[in-house]
């Protein structure tokens, strides 16, 4: 069965970085969209990073843009998110997501499987 497994999550104090990493298994990984989402408590859940099947193309909100950074590496099945000069509203849950479509989307309901998800807390 497909599972997407995220790591690296953790407490850091504002202005900080962190490496997030999501480990793929059960499917072909190179066929799919990758995206981060996170979700912070009373919150919708949103996209903060997307990442084509090849990697040649990458979609971040305005909200992350320049902070953040995503990418892969189809040979080992991962997806990573790159975080820094963190800030207390990045505080959330981030899930990594996969689907199967030719290219990037941004609505969480299109995305085929989830993560379990790794908690970002961020102290000011």
């Known amino acids: 069965q497909v599972q997407l497994v995220e790591s690296g999550g953790g407490l850091v104090q504002a202005g900080g970085s962190l490496r997030l990493s999501c480990a793929a298994s059960?499917?072909?990984?190179?066929?799919?969209?990758m995206g981060w989402f996170r979700q912070a408590p009373g919150k919708e859940r949103e996209l903060v990073a997307a990442?084509?099947?090849?990697?040649?193309?990458?979609y971040y909100p305005d909200s992350v843009k320049g902070r953040f950074t995503i990418s892969r590496d189809n040979a080992k099945n991962t997806v990573y998110l790159q975080v820094n000069s963190l800030k207390p509203e990045d505080t959330a849950v981030y899930y990594c997501?996969?689907?199967?479509?030719?290219?990037?989307?941004?609505?969480?309901?299109?995305?085929?499987?989830w993560g379990q998800g790794t908690q970002v807390t961020v102290s000011s």
């Open positions: 990442i084509n099947n090849s990697g040649g193309s990458t």
């Open positions: 059960g499917l072909t990984f190179s066929r799919y969209v």
């Open positions: 997501a996969a689907d199967r479509s030719i290219g990037i989307v941004t609505t969480a309901h299109r995305y085929d499987y």
